[in-house]
């Protein structure tokens, strides 16, 4: 399907997907029109993950299908209308967003199943998650510690967890839903041996045990976050010195349990650089069908990646320089 | 305002949408035969009509329209309440 790449899994993802919901056809077309090879086998990486977790799911791979048509048309399209009207968020207080969504297991169950899909499907999530894949697990050293905080349908800590000589691993959230959710997803891709998942709020885990981590990761955290500074110096804590934090927030981006208006890389990376990290690396990749110069110009959803450094390592730090 | 006057208005909203002066429509065009006609733009094709003709959208509105001139049967629906 692309210039001769051999991606089965992302092959067998689409053409179910399409079979499921014929009408999606022109979107994914577009969407996968134009990824770099070394994005499109990132993709194909995570297609085969998907599937796994799909064909071991109660509803299957078109029970995921669902969901994600679920989170277009359902949970995202109401948000995008008030977003486009009001031009901010419809919820600003973490309280709302906790009563709406996360008190909602079932909402949050279609939610993080549809995210998932979405992660090979959206050309902004495809291109952070090859980001992540290409560009940032690379950088961590051989056992180097790693902790991905609200790590959700648990993709990415899975990544993260199989990456070889990497060191301990630990995946933190505040909700038990999600945490049984990765926890699930772990078991089912057979990925649990080095990884500790934790019940813990970052901002109460506070101290205790000090800086841990070579690596910390948050992939679509901030936005939901009253205060992502805060968040950022909290995260900062747990780094060891020369420690890396990778970021990824929407820019643009309304969902019902979006409550921060990041509004683009420049502002994404002033959040980082407040909450006391060193930028070494940023990007921006624009929402499917938009050049990032349109996309900045319409205001329309960007993904913006941005690699923090703690101050303070030693020059042989154990991550590399990329 | 009639039917003709407000599909003109439709199209230059359109046009200023997805950014392409030269896009045509007619009544039985579907978003699917426009490039760049997709959801998100749908959505910001809404929210111009609601602020150029005064008007307000519900949400199961906005996925229900078939074509073109659903849409611009709905339009002048609301615009004729208003004036009613």
Same mark, same amino acid.
């Not at chain 1, 969504?101 to 279609?110: H, I, K, S, V």
């Not at chain 1, 934090?245 to 509004?263: Q, T």
């Given at each position: 399907?692309?210039?001769?790449?051999?991606?089965?899994?992302?092959?067998?993802?689409?053409?179910?997907?399409?079979?499921?919901?014929?009408?999606?056809?022109?979107?994914?077309?577009?969407?996968?029109?134009?990824?770099?090879?070394?994005?499109?086998?990132?993709?194909?990486?995570?297609?085969?993950?998907?599937?796994?977790? %799909?064909?071991?799911?109660?509803?299957?791979?078109?029970?995921?299908?669902?969901?994600?048509? !679920?989170?277009?048309?359902?949970?995202?399209?109401?948000?995008?209308?008030?977003?486009?009207?009001?031009?901010?968020?419809?919820?600003?207080? !973490?309280?709302?967003?906790?009563?709406?969504?996360?008190?909602?297991?079932?909402?949050?169950?279609?939610?993080?199943?549809?995210? =998932?899909?979405?992660?090979?499907?959206?050309?902004?999530?495809?291109?952070?998650?090859?980001?992540?894949?290409?560009?940032?697990?690379?950088?961590?050293?051989?056992?180097?510690?790693? =902790?991905?905080?609200?790590?959700?349908?648990?993709?990415?800590?899975? !990544?993260?967890?199989?990456? /070889? %000589?990497?060191?301990?691993?630990?995946?933190?959230?505040?909700? /038990?839903?999600?945490?049984?959710?990765?926890?699930?997803?772990?078991?089912?891709?057979?990925?649990? %041996?080095?990884?500790?998942?934790?019940?813990?709020?970052?901002?109460?885990?506070?101290?205790?045990?000090?800086?841990?981590?070579?690596?910390?990761?948050?992939?679509?955290?901030?936005?939901?976050?009253?205060?992502?500074?805060?968040?950022?110096?909290?995260?900062?804590?747990?780094?060891?010195?020369?420690? $890396?934090?990778?970021?990824?927030?929407?820019?643009?981006?309304?969902?019902?349990?979006?409550?921060?208006?990041?509004?683009?890389?420049?502002?994404?990376?002033?959040?980082?650089?407040?909450?006391? $990290?060193?930028?070494?690396?940023?990007?921006? !990749?624009p929402m499917t069908g938009a050049t990032l110069e349109k996309a900045v110009r319409r205001k329309l959803a960007v993904s913006c990646v941005v690699l923090g450094r703690k101050p303070g390592g030693p020059p042989d730090s154990t991550l590399g320089n990329h | 305002m009639d039917r003709d006057e407000i599909r003109a208005k439709v199209r230059d909203i359109l046009a200023e949408v997805i950014e392409?002066?030269?896009?045509?429509?007619?009544?039985?065009?579907?978003?699917?035969?426009?490039?760049?006609?997709?959801?998100?733009?749908?959505?910001?094709?809404?929210?111009?009509?609601?602020?150029?003709?005064?008007? @307000?959208?519900?949400?199961?509105?906005?996925? @229900?329209s078939e074509n073109v001139g659903d849409l611009v049967d709905m339009i002048k629906a609301k615009l004729d309440r208003q004036g009613a």
């Open positions: 399907m692309f210039d001769g790449a051999d991606t089965p899994h992302l092959d067998h993802l689409v053409a179910r997907l399409i079979e499921r919901w014929p009408d999606h056809g022109d979107y994914v077309a577009k969407s996968l029109a134009g990824r770099a090879p070394e994005v499109v086998s990132a993709s194909d990486a995570l297609a085969r993950v998907i599937l796994l977790l %799909g064909e071991r799911a109660a509803a299957g791979v078109e029970g995921l299908i669902d969901d994600y048509r !679920f989170l277009c048309e359902k949970i995202v399209l109401p948000e995008e209308l008030h977003f486009r009207r009001h031009g901010r968020y419809r919820l600003a207080k !973490f309280e709302d967003a906790e009563r709406e969504c996360y008190a909602n297991p079932l909402l949050m169950g279609r939610y993080m199943n549809g995210l =998932l899909v979405s992660e090979a499907v959206w050309s902004n999530h495809a291109h952070v998650f090859a980001e992540y894949l290409n560009d940032y697990l690379p950088r961590l050293a051989s056992g180097a510690s790693h =902790l991905e905080i609200g790590p959700g349908h648990g993709v990415f800590l899975y !990544f993260a967890a199989t990456k /070889p %000589g990497v060191g301990r691993v630990e995946g933190w959230d505040i909700s /038990p839903t999600s945490i049984a959710k990765t926890r699930d997803a772990l078991q089912a891709l057979g990925a649990t %041996g080095n990884v500790e998942l934790r019940l813990t709020d970052l901002f109460a885990a506070g101290a205790a045990g000090g800086a841990r981590f070579d690596s910390i990761v948050m992939s679509e955290i901030l936005e939901h976050l009253e205060d992502p500074v805060a968040a950022v110096r909290a995260a900062c804590r747990h780094l060891k010195p020369g420690g $890396l934090l990778w970021v990824n927030v929407p820019a643009n981006s309304p969902a019902p349990d979006h409550i921060f208006l990041f509004e683009g890389l420049e502002h994404a990376k002033g959040i980082v650089e407040q909450g006391g $990290l060193a930028i070494e690396h940023s990007v921006a !990749f | 392409d002066d030269n896009v045509e429509i007619e009544d039985a065009t579907v978003a699917e035969e426009v490039p760049d006609w997709d959801s998100i733009n749908h959505v910001r094709m809404i929210v111009d009509i609601e602020a150029q003709f005064g008007i @307000r959208f519900e949400i199961e509105e906005i996925t @229900r």
